[in-house]
């Protein structure tokens, strides 16, 4: 049976607030713009901050392009409750060990998948050591991110950390859509390809 994620969140986000209870959250972030109405909509629930650990963005300075939008998108925006930023420091090659041999294959497929395992990883594993009460990742805003895969992954990490996973499909109720509008209401750079070398745009 197909599951709604977006109901699922809500019914979770119910849950973690009852009481009026404002959880401590560890937001994946994989960039500014897809962040932007994530931040937007969890913030009404939520004490954020932001884990920008994306280690495949390739090249580094594509990478220290990214993190200084995300810097200032937090800076620009007003949130009913506080959002801080917490980066990983840049380690391509940790990308490049953990998606050995699947190099090639398609954008989309087991690489991604990998790619997907190794930064929620990260965040749960983070959000269990600094004490966090939940943890996401803005990945399922995008129209090209599989949610189901996601919310897999992200479930089978709470289990082995112990920290409370937030289900998610962001692009519902035109979250995409939402998070456009307000990339360029803040003046975010929107990036044209993922972010690692393999899913750079090819020329002809």
């Not at 200084?68 to 490049?96: R, W």
């Not at 594993?125 to 996401?136: C, L, N, P, S, Y």
């Amino acid at each position: 049976m197909k599951i709604n994620y977006q109901l699922v969140c809500d019914e979770k986000i119910k849950e973690l607030t009852e009481n009026g209870n404002i959880p401590r959250l560890l937001l994946h972030s994989c960039c500014g713009p897809c962040s932007s109405y994530v931040l937007e909509y969890l913030s009404a629930f939520f004490e954020i901050t932001v884990l920008f650990f994306n280690p495949n963005i390739y090249p580094e300075n594509e990478y220290e392009k990214r993190l200084s939008e995300q810097k200032k998108l937090i800076e620009s925006m007003n949130f009913k409750n506080p959002v801080s930023l917490l980066a990983v420091p840049y380690d391509y090659s940790e990308f490049l060990a953990c998606i050995g041999g699947f190099e090639r294959e398609r954008e989309g497929g087991a690489r991604c998948m990998e790619c997907f395992r190794l930064r929620l990883g990260r965040c749960a594993e983070i959000a269990k050591e600094r004490g966090f009460d939940v943890f996401a990742t803005t990945l399922s805003v995008s129209p090209h991110k599989n949610a189901p895969l996601l919310n897999s992954i992200g479930e089978e990490l709470s289990e082995k950390y112990g920290v409370t996973y937030l289900p998610s499909d962001f692009k519902k109720r035109e979250g995409y859509k939402r998070s456009i509008e307000l990339s360029k209401k803040y003046d975010i750079y929107r990036q044209e390809y993922c972010g690692c070398e393999f899913s750079l745009p090819r020329e002809n």
